[in-house]
């Protein structure tokens, strides 16, 4: 069965971090591309960050550059993303999503989020 889990998720002060991770088990992990997407209330769901499958290249969303990195350990089946220097519009739940290319079409998986708030 595929299962994407994140944890990590909580409420945070402005300036403050956090570290998010995500769980893979039931496909071959270390095939697939890995990303982190956000989706706050009554808004569209945004890609955050993005991590190919050997961890060898990075993108991010224009809005996280220098404060968010994304990362990936193979021998564990698990993503990662340390968010720092967070900000109020940083709150949403946050996705994990695993993608494939197969035979010239993207497979995606979707974990279930992780709530992020950052309030005072």
């Known amino acids: 069965q595929v299962q994407l889990v994140e944890s990590g998720g909580g409420l945070v002060q402005p300036g403050g971090s956090l570290r998010l991770s995500c769980a893979a088990s039931?496909?071959?992990?270390?095939?697939?591309?890995m990303s982190w997407y956000r989706q706050a209330p009554g808004k569209e769901r945004l890609l955050v960050a993005a991590?190919?499958?050997?961890?060898?290249?990075?993108d991010y969303a224009e809005s996280v550059k220098g404060r968010f990195k994304i990362s990936r350990d193979n021998t564990k089946n698990t993503v990662y993303l340390q968010m720092g220097s967070l900000k109020p519009d940083d709150t949403a739940v946050y996705y994990c999503?695993?993608?494939?290319?197969?035979?010239?079409?993207?497979?995606?998986?979707w974990g279930q989020g992780t709530q992020v708030t950052v309030s005072s």
């Open positions: 999503n695993a993608e494939v290319w197969v035979e010239g079409k993207p497979d995606h998986y």
């Open positions: 039931g496909f071959t992990f270390s095939s697939y591309s």
């Open positions: 991590i190919d499958s050997t961890g060898g290249a990075t």
